[in-house]
C-alpha cells in the first residue's frame, strides 16, 4: 500500500491551494484518513481527519479556512485550504487507516509530505 501526496507549492498570504492524497495497492477498506503538518523545529500536529462516513475534525487553527473531503470510489482525500497564513507553513502529511483484507487488522500508512509555504 502507498501514499501519494501531491498540490503543495508557494502561495501568497490569504492564497489558496489544494492537496491531494491518493492510496493505492491492496486495499479492502479504509477507515479514517488526515492530513498532519510538520512546521520546522515544531513536532506534527493533526490539521484535519475524515472518517468513513464523512465525519470530519479540524484543528482549531484551521476552522473555517481549510476543508477536508474524500472520494471513497478513488481512495483520495483532499484538503482545501483557503485564506493562508505564514503560519501554516510546513511540511504536509496524509495518513490512512487502511484494511488490506477481510482477514487482516487496520495499519497505519503516512504519504511522503508535500511543502507547503505562505510567504510574500
Known amino acids: 500500500v502507498q501514499l501519494q501526496a501531491s498540490g503543495g507549492g508557494l502561495v501568497q498570504p490569504g492564497g489558496s491551494l489544494r492537496l491531494s492524497c491518493a492510496a493505492s495497492?491492496?486495499?479492502?477498506?479504509?477507515?479514517?484518513m488526515g492530513w498532519y503538518r510538520q512546521a520546522p523545529g515544531k513536532q506534527r500536529e493533526l490539521v484535519a481527519g475524515?472518517?468513513?462516513?464523512?465525519?470530519?475534525n479540524y484543528a482549531q487553527s484551521v476552522k473555517g479556512r481549510f476543508t477536508i473531503s474524500r472520494d471513497n470510489a478513488k481512495n483520495t482525500v483532499y484538503l482545501q485550504m483557503n485564506s493562508l497564513k505564514p503560519e501554516d507553513t510546513g511540511v504536509y502529511y496524509c495518513?490512512?487507516?487502511?484494511?488490506?483484507?477481510?482477514?487482516?487488522?487496520?495499519?497505519?500508512?503516512w504519504g511522503q509530505g508535500t511543502q507547503v509555504t505562505v510567504s510574500s
Open positions: 495497492g491492496s486495499i479492502y477498506s479504509i477507515n479514517t
Open positions: 495518513q490512512a487507516n487502511i484494511i488490506m483484507s477481510m482477514t487482516t487488522g487496520k495499519y497505519s500508512y
Open positions: 475524515i472518517d468513513s462516513g464523512g465525519t470530519t
